[in-house]
């Protein structure tokens, strides 16, 4: 109970720094807000001073800000995000539609991580200095120091353009999954590796490890009866600092490769000046960093009841 009343009061400090902190940015961007949410509604082509005139009558742009903000906080103590500036929809719905995209394609990519990276860490950890051992090193280091645009436009010009086997962007097939998420994926392994890799060398050097086989199971026997459990203790809690990572990725990720979600649409967002969908938006992600962070600590405390001590 105490535990869930602190991710409460987490929640409740996430949404008030964030509310503060995005309302405050929007302000200071330099440029005319009026004239981008119009330029949003009806397109750069289209948008004259007129319109941005009309714009800012209508929503009232360039009045009081503290009195704005105690409106969205007021807003959001009603679980009412308001409306996008730029479409008129709730941003509630807008953001429902692209969170789909995006926790999907985040999803894919958290799997394809966990399939290439600890496997290898594991087999390497089991031969600390082997060949193995010294190639994963290597690998993950270079990986992990490519940036994820870097990663997307190699392997959008090496699988897409050059060898034709993938689209280079689109959304609403399975192919379409691929790149983007292997782009998050490979960053993500690299690092999983090594924390298995660790955690492996560690584990193999204890000595329940060598009673273990000195009872006469062998090598594979103690790692799936013993090994595993104490692996994914470490690879579990660093999942909830890879969400940071993700969500940094996916923005990125998703402008890159077209993919209709929530990260795409912020970038429209700032551009376009909506308050309340920057707003909305930056707010779920600070709460699913909240939420997968305590989904985490019960899967680590159900694992392994030590740390619940």
Same mark, same amino acid.
């Given at each position: 109970?105490?535990?869930?009343?602190?991710?409460?009061?987490?929640?409740?400090?996430?949404?008030?720094?964030?509310?503060?902190?995005?309302?405050?940015?929007?302000?200071?961007?330099?440029?005319?807000?009026?004239?981008?949410?119009?330029?949003?509604?009806?397109?750069?082509?289209?948008?004259?001073?007129?319109?941005?005139?009309?714009?800012?009558?209508?929503?009232?742009?360039?009045?009081?800000?503290?009195?704005?903000?105690?409106?969205?906080?007021?807003?959001?103590?009603?679980?009412?995000?308001?409306?996008?500036?730029?479409?008129?929809?709730?941003?509630?719905?807008?953001?429902?539609?692209?969170?789909?995209?995006?926790?999907?394609?985040?999803?894919?990519?958290?799997?394809?991580?966990?399939?290439?990276?600890?496997?290898?860490?594991?087999?390497?950890?089991?031969?600390?200095?082997?060949?193995?051992?010294?190639?994963?090193?290597?690998?993950?280091?270079?990986?992990?120091?490519?940036?994820?645009?870097?990663?997307?436009?190699?392997?959008?010009?090496?699988?897409?353009?050059?060898?034709?086997?993938?689209?280079?962007?689109?959304?609403?097939?399975?192919?379409?999954?691929?790149?983007? &998420? #292997?782009? +998050?994926? /490979? %960053?993500?392994?690299? =690092? !999983? *590796?090594? @924390?298995?890799?660790?955690?492996?060398?560690?584990?193999?050097?204890?000595?329940?490890?060598?009673?273990?086989?000195?009872?006469?199971?062998?090598?594979?026997?103690?790692?799936?009866?013993?090994?595993?459990?104490?692996?994914?203790?470490?690879?579990?809690?660093?999942?909830?600092?890879?969400?940071?990572?993700?969500?940094?990725?996916?923005?990125?990720?998703?402008?890159?490769?077209?993919?209709?979600?929530?990260?795409?649409?912020?970038?429209?967002?700032?551009?376009?000046?909506?308050?309340?969908?920057?707003?909305?938006? &930056? #707010?779920? +992600?600070? /709460? %699913?960093?909240?939420? =997968? !962070? *305590?989904? @985490?600590?019960?899967?680590?405390?159900?694992?392994?009841?030590?740390?619940?001590?």
């Amino acid at each position: 109970m105490t535990a869930l009343a602190a991710r409460l009061v987490q929640a409740a400090l996430v949404a008030v720094l964030i509310g503060i902190a995005t309302f405050v940015m929007m302000r200071s961007l330099p440029g005319d807000a009026a004239w981008r949410i119009a330029a949003g509604r009806y397109g750069y082509d289209n948008v004259d001073a007129a319109a941005a005139d009309a714009v800012r009558a209508e929503l009232g742009l360039g009045g009081p800000v503290l009195p704005a903000l105690l409106q969205w906080f007021g807003d959001l103590s009603r679980l009412d995000f308001g409306n996008s500036l730029v479409t008129g929809q709730p941003v509630m719905e807008e953001i429902a539609h692209q969170l789909g995209a995006s926790v999907s394609l985040a999803l894919v990519a958290v799997v394809l991580s966990l399939l290439i990276g600890p496997p290898l860490g594991i087999m390497a950890g089991l031969r600390p200095g082997g060949v193995l051992d010294r190639a994963l090193l290597v690998v993950s280091t270079g990986l992990k120091a490519v940036p994820q645009f870097l990663m997307a436009l190699v392997l959008i010009v090496v699988i897409a353009v050059q060898l034709r086997w993938l689209p280079a962007a689109g959304h609403g097939e399975t192919r379409h999954f691929v790149l983007p &998420a #292997l782009t +998050l994926a /490979l %960053g993500l392994a690299a =690092v !999983n *590796a090594r @924390i298995a890799r660790d955690a492996m060398a560690r584990i193999v050097g204890m000595p329940f490890w060598h009673f273990a086989q000195w009872k006469g199971l062998s090598e594979r026997q103690v790692l799936f009866r013993h090994g595993l459990r104490n692996i994914s203790v470490p690879l579990l809690t660093y999942l909830g600092l890879q969400f940071v990572t993700l969500v940094e990725g996916v923005i990125i990720v998703e402008s890159i490769f077209g993919w209709p979600g929530i990260g795409h649409a912020l970038v429209h967002a700032i551009f376009s000046r909506d308050v309340p969908m920057v707003q909305g938006t &930056a #707010l779920v +992600l600070g /709460l %699913g960093f909240v939420l =997968v !962070n *305590a989904a @985490i600590d019960l899967a680590v405390r159900r694992i392994d009841p030590r740390q619940a001590t």
